[in-house]
Structures are given as structure tokens and as C-alpha cells.
């Protein structure tokens, strides 16, 4: 099979992967792997590449580009509690162990705000919080596990985590005139396997804060 890159410039996506598969669908899985390397690397070879022109924009000194930050929190399974010896001595996490990575965090924030507001002014920050910010109970009920895998309660880890993530939330609102937050429910947070959406630890929160 002769392999057409240029269809890929063109937006022939589709069918360069249809083409690829219908002619190396019969082989073994190896193989299939090293023909079609091979095939794209043989066509890469002759393919022209066309030097992309990029118009320099003047700044002036002192000239700023508003822009809108974003931040995207997601899976810190507040309350969960992992031995480093369950997980062949890598970091292990606990309660202090969040709280110290959320202020690694906001130390890693400072130097990246200070560096971007020489060229740039943020009037909004976004907050994307994308679930599973607690790690709940209903989701270990019943493994053997259970109460080795969370170290504190689910209503626990809810006011424990809002201590967390609101003195975090007001830290980064000084720096910004406006603050949206969006949440968003994980599957930890459940407070039973199956219950409706807003029984949930992660709704609790997201009240709360």
C-alpha cells in the first residue's frame, strides 16, 4: 500500500486511517505495527513541509493582552489514606499529605502568576473542579479493604476539605477581580452506590464553598 501523507494536510484524515487499517487489519498485531511504521516513515522521508509564516506583533513597553486564567483541580481524594508499602514504596497520601501538596501547589502558582503578569492582565479566573476532590465511603463499602483505603469519614472529609479548598479558592481571588468556579460531581463522592446525582460528598462541597 502507497500511503498519501498529503491527504493528511488536506484534512483526508478518515480515510488514511480507513485506507491503513483495511490493508493491515490481516495481520498480526507486531507486524501490523512495524509495516505501518514503516509505510509513514518511508513517506515522511518525501514529504515536502511548507515553513509556516508568522506575523510578529508590536508590543509597546508597558502594553498588557487581557486574558482569562485557568485552573483545573480534579481527583484529590481528600480523606484517603495509601501506605507507601502498598504501592512498592512510592509517596504514600493521608490528609497532611494533600494539605502539603496543596501548598506545593499554591508555592508553584505564586512564581508561574508572578512571571505571566509582566506581559499579561487576568481580569477572571477560571476554576475548573473536575470531581472526586473527596474521596468518600459508599464506593470501598463492602471490599476488604475498607477501612485501611480512607482515613476519615465522609462528613469529616467534607468539612476538613472545605478548610482545604476555600482557603485555597481565597488565596487565588486576591489576585483576580473575578473568580468563577465550576464543578463538576465525581464517583467517590457517591453516597451510595446508586442514589441520585446530588447525594453526593462532592455536592456537599461545592455548597459549601
Known amino acids: 500500500m502507497v500511503v498519501n501523507l498529503r491527504a493528511i494536510e488536506n484534512g483526508a484524515l478518515r480515510g488514511f486511517i480507513f485506507d491503513a487499517y483495511e490493508n493491515y487489519s490481516s495481520l498480526a498485531d507486531d507486524e501490523l505495527i512495524k509495516n505501518f ?20 506583533r508590536k508590543r509597546k513597553i508597558g502594553q498588557f493582552s487581557k486574558e482569562e486564567a485557568c485552573i483545573a483541580l480534579s481527583d484529590a481524594h481528600f480523606g484517603a489514606e495509601v501506605d507507601p508499602d502498598d504501592v512498592l514504596g512510592r509517596p504514600g497520601y493521608s490528609p497532611d ?27 477572571v479566573l477560571n476554576i475548573i473542579m473536575l470531581g472526586d476532590m473527596l474521596d468518600g465511603e459508599a ?15 465522609g462528613g469529616q472529609q467534607v468539612i476538613e476539605g ?14 483576580f477581580p ?27 462541597l461545592y455548597y459549601m464553598l
Open 97 to 123: 499529605e494533600a494539605r502539603r501538596r496543596a501548598e506545593t501547589f499554591m508555592d508553584g502558582y505564586e512564581s508561574i502568576y508572578s512571571l505571566l503578569t509582566k506581559a499579561y492582565k487576568f481580569p
Open 162 to 175: 472545605y478548610q482545604l479548598f476555600a482557603s485555597m479558592i481565597s488565596r487565588l481571588a486576591e489576585d
Open 37 to 56: 511504521g514503516d509505510e509513514i516513515v518511508s513517506q515522511l522521508a518525501n514529504l515536502e513541509i511548507k515553513p509556516i509564516k508568522v506575523k510578529k
Open 139 to 153: 464506593l470501598w463499602e463492602g471490599k476488604p479493604n475498607w477501612a485501611k483505603a480512607i482515613s476519615i469519614g
Open 178 to 204: 473575578e473568580v468563577r468556579v465550576y464543578c463538576m460531581f465525581g464517583n467517590h463522592g457517591r453516597m451510595a452506590n446508586k442514589s441520585v446525582p446530588t447525594s453526593n460528598l462532592d455536592y456537599i
